[in-house]
Nanobody
Framework: QVQLVESGGGLVQAGGSLRLACVAS????????MGWFRQVPGKEREFVAA????????YYAGSVKGRFTISRDNAKTTVSLQMNSVAPEDTAVYYC?????????????????WGQGTQVTVSS
């Protein structure tokens, strides 16, 4: 069992930066690929970024590539999402997720554990 707790959300002006963090419980953090997803009311949860177990591979949605950076610290069982040059369309609840099995990391399907989410609001 893995518990994920996100933090770092809040209100930020367009063009600003925000850093989200997700702390995982348990001693097997390095066994999980980690992902960030976001969701707005009435829409499906969408992929933002993901990182492989070792951190050797990262993946980004086209809408955030070049602006967001995912990183993990296996020693601290933490995955972060650095969000730069944010825009109003980045407003959403952001979730981190953990996946143990090998597979596609850019879809919510297959992730085993989810955090409770943290709200990010970008004002124009």
């Amino acid at each position: 069992q893995v518990q994920l707790v996100e933090s770092g959300g809040g209100l930020v002006q367009a063009g600003g930066s925000l850093r989200l963090a997700c702390v995982a419980s348990g001693r097997t953090f390095s066994s999980y690929a980690m992902g960030w997803f976001r969701q707005v009311p009435g829409k499906e949860r969408e992929f933002v970024a993901a990182e492989s177990r070792s951190g050797g591979a990262t993946y980004y949605a086209g809408s955030v590539k070049g602006r967001f950076t995912i990183s993990r610290d296996n020693a601290k069982t933490t995955v972060s999402l650095q969000m730069n040059s944010v825009a109003p369309e980045d407003t959403a609840v952001y979730y981190c997720a953990a996946r143990r099995t090998i597979g596609v990391l850019t879809t919510p399907r297959g992730y085993d554990y989810w955090g409770q989410g943290t709200q990010v609001t970008v004002s124009s």
